[in-house]
Structure formats: structure tokens, C-alpha cells
Nanobody, 115 residues
Framework: QVQLVESGGGLVQPGGSLRLSCKAS????????MGWYRQAPGKQRELVAE???????TYADSMKGRFTISTDNAKNTVYLQINSLKPEDTAVYYC?????????WGQGTQVTVSS
């Protein structure tokens, strides 16, 4: 089993920035793909970005430019930097890990963009 714990969400004003963190623990190993997804109220969960254990990053087309995914392998942590936040970025952001045919999800962290 793999556990994923997100942190870093909160209330931020439009134009602000946030860095979300997701720490993996348990039976972690390689290869893997870790990603960030988000789900806004009344909408389907959507991919924001993902990174492989080899360091390859992929972004959803609509997320390119303001979102940056990165990893700290020593800390088993993946980050999502979000800049120039907009009200439409308001959502629960979830961490995801694919490893050896299994998929794991974190509990999510709420990001609210409002003045």
C-alpha cells in the first residue's frame, strides 16, 4: 500500500501563488507516475500535470504556463506550483500515483481563489 498526503491548499486572492505538496509513504518504488488532478464543484476530475520516475513531465494543454510540477525524490514528495491563480482554479486538488499496476489517491486539498 501507498499513502499519499497532500498539503498546501487554502484561500488565496486572484493573482496569487500556491505550492501544493504530496508526500508518498508506504510501499513506494519505481517505476512510477505521480500526478496532480483537480475537481471543481459540479465538474469531472481532470488532469493538471504528471511526472514519471524518470523525470518526464506532462501538462494538460489548458494547464501549460501557470502550473509547474516537480519532485524531491529524497523526500518522496511531488509539488505543484500554481502561479497567477484565477477564480476558475478553485477546486479540490488530488495527488495520484501509478505504481506496478496499482493506482493510489490522496485525500485532496482545497484551493479557493477569491477576493
Amino acid at each position: 500500500q501507498v499513502q499519499l498526503v497532500e498539503s498546501g491548499g487554502g484561500l488565496v486572492q486572484p493573482g496569487g501563488s500556491l505550492r501544493l505538496s504530496c508526500k508518498a509513504s508506504g510501499s513506494i518504488g519505481s517505476p512510477y507516475v505521480m500526478g496532480w488532478y483537480r475537481q471543481a464543484p459540479g465538474k469531472q476530475r481532470e488532469l493538471v500535470a504528471e511526472v514519471t520516475s524518470g523525470g518526464t513531465t506532462t501538462y494538460a494543454d489548458s494547464m501549460k504556463g501557470r502550473f509547474t510540477i516537480s519532485t524531491d525524490n529524497a523526500k518522496n514528495t511531488v509539488y505543484l506550483q500554481i502561479n497567477s491563480l484565477k477564480p476558475e482554479d478553485t477546486a479540490v486538488y488530488y495527488c495520484n500515483r501509478l505504481q506496478r499496476g496499482y493506482e493510489y489517491w490522496g485525500q485532496g486539498t482545497q484551493v479557493t481563489v477569491s477576493s
